[in-house]
């Protein structure tokens, strides 16, 4: 293990609104999952990593309406306050709603502390605490215990500050279906999903590469069960960091979901702390190129805590750095199943990709 040095920085958003989201009986999506994701920081800390705290603040409405329809925004205005469910998945307790906006008001916040940073030097890498999560909500509903877009309103925000190429890399076990949905016409974002495949929420299928402009600008490499470090450090050797280069995002962000963790409940992946650190270390490399360091990593899922803790806390470490180099157990086989499907999924992305 890598500890940081006492010079190690991360950018950190948080709020405790975001616990006020709370289901009246057991729910997976539950605050007790951010305090997980505290400790994890907190242990860093410990080791000598510092923390800038960046303030958290609601989103606009002119920061949602860029990445939500006005007739879902009604909708939820007239459920705040009140507990209510958007399908069986997801709830709404009294102050989910405010907790929502206040989430993706600080999504748009830690980009805005990104890029106001000093363009000399190497910025800090960026974590948003988060709850409730995001990468399901599409433009017309959330689902999947996510209200609304987090990560999507950061891209917007990147985007209205003068960007013109964000990528965004989910390694959450499940598709990010909305994330998919909002930029799914806009090659000024470049969509890359690693999830289990076939599985919630059913989308993410190789062949779903974008429309219009925006064709070749998703890209999605569907695993199916047992994928464990090997085939994630795989995926982004083989298909990942080429894409990144070839595409040059001028910043990065990451759906971080820790549910593709081999102790997660509600998947069937087998990837180890170690895996979540080689997959950190290569995607912070990969933002020192045209991105000049700006890396932000959004909390989506993972439900079981202390596989959440730990497999945070090694993505942090990893993420300040990167000189140690990849650690996970990329020597194990992989199996032929996976073989194949990494494959097909650099095979489609090579049509626009010529890289590949």
């Not at 106001?116 to 890498?125: F, M, Q, S, T, V």
């Amino acid at each position: 293990m890598t500890v940081p040095t006492p010079a190690s920085q991360i950018l950190v958003v948080d709020d405790v609104l975001f616990d006020e989201h709370r289901s009246r009986g057991y729910h997976p999506e539950r605050p007790e999952r951010l305090a997980a994701a505290r400790a994890a920081v907190e242990r860093c800390v410990s080791e000598g990593l510092t923390t800038r705290r960046i303030t958290a603040r609601d989103a606009t409405d002119e920061e949602l309406t860029a990445v939500h329809s006005p007739g879902y925004l009604e909708n939820l205005a007239k459920l705040a306050g009140h507990h209510a469910a958007l399908d069986p998945d997801t709830y709404l307790a009294p102050n989910s709603v405010a907790a929502a906006r206040r989430a993706a008001g600080a999504s748009a916040a830690l980009v805005d502390a990104l890029l106001d940073l000093p363009a000399d030097g190497c910025p800090p890498p960026a974590l948003a605490l988060l709850r409730p999560p995001g990468h399901h909500a599409k433009r017309e509903r959330g689902m999947g215990f996510c209200i609304l877009n987090n990560v999507a309103v950061a891209a917007a925000r990147a985007l209205a500050r003068g960007l013109s190429r964000v990528a965004i890399i989910d390694w959450d076990v499940h598709h990010g279906n909305g994330t998919q949905d909002i930029f799914w016409n806009d090659p000024r974002v470049l969509y890359v999903s690693l999830h289990q495949f076939p599985y919630y929420p059913g989308t993410g299928a190789v062949g779903e590469t974008g429309e219009g402009d925006g064709r070749g600008y998703t890209v999605n490499v569907p695993l199916s069960a047992g994928a464990g470090d090997a085939v994630y450090e795989a995926a982004f050797t083989r298909i990942v960091l080429p894409l990144l280069e070839s595409y040059a995002p001028e910043l990065l962000l990451v759906s971080a979901g820790f549910d593709a963790h081999e102790r997660d409940p509600l998947a069937d992946m087998r990837v180890s702390d170690a895996g979540y650190s080689a997959m950190s270390t290569l995607v912070s490399r990969a933002a020192q190129g045209s991105a000049g360091g700006k890396l932000a990593f959004f909390l989506e899922g993972g439900y079981d805590l202390a596989a959440l803790d730990s497999s945070l806390a090694a993505t942090l470490r990893a993420a300040v750095d990167t000189a140690s180099g990849p650690q996970g157990r990329s020597a194990a086989p992989m199996s032929y199943r996976h073989e194949d499907e990494l494959n097909r999924a650099r095979k489609t992305a090579a049509e626009r990709w010529r890289g590949l």
